[in-house]
Nanobody, 125 residues
Framework: QVQLTESGGGAVHHGGSLRLSCEAS????????MAWFRQAPGKERDYVAA????????YYANSVKDRFTVSRDRAKNTVYLQMNNLKSEDTAVYYC??????????????????WGQGTQVTVSS
């Protein structure tokens, strides 16, 4: 059973940066796609970014492209989300997820089997 543990959330001012981490344990994730989603109060869970453990380039939602960077460290079984130039609309609980979606379904949360507990990101103006 794969377990995902996020860390790195916090409170920053508009324009600030944060780096989220997602460590996988309890099973092998080498064949999985790792994704980040976020959920603001009263809203649905939205796709942020995704990257495959096996290789290939990362993919991003248009709302975070050029500001966020997703990366992986295979030796540490950890995926990162570097968030720069944060805006108030980035405020949400951020979740890490693992699954095996096809490329066209990377943004569909139903395609992911395992989820972390979430970490809060708050951006103040």
């Amino acid at each position: 059973q794969v377990q995902l543990t996020e860390s790195g959330g916090g409170a920053v001012h508009h324009g600030g940066s944060l780096r989220l981490s997602c460590e996988a344990s309890g099973g092998t994730v080498s064949s999985y796609v790792m994704a980040w989603f976020r959920q603001a109060p009263g809203k649905e869970r939205d796709y942020v970014a995704a990257i495959s453990w096996s290789g290939g380039r990362p993919y991003y939602a248009n709302s975070v492209k050029d500001r966020f960077t997703v990366s992986r460290d295979r030796a540490k079984n950890t995926v990162y989300l570097q968030m720069n130039n944060l805006k108030s609309e980035d405020t949400a609980v951020y979740y890490c997820a693992a699954g095996r979606p096809i490329l066209s379904a990377y943004s569909d949360p139903q395609m992911y089997y395992y989820w972390g507990q979430g970490t809060q990101v708050t951006v103040s103006s």
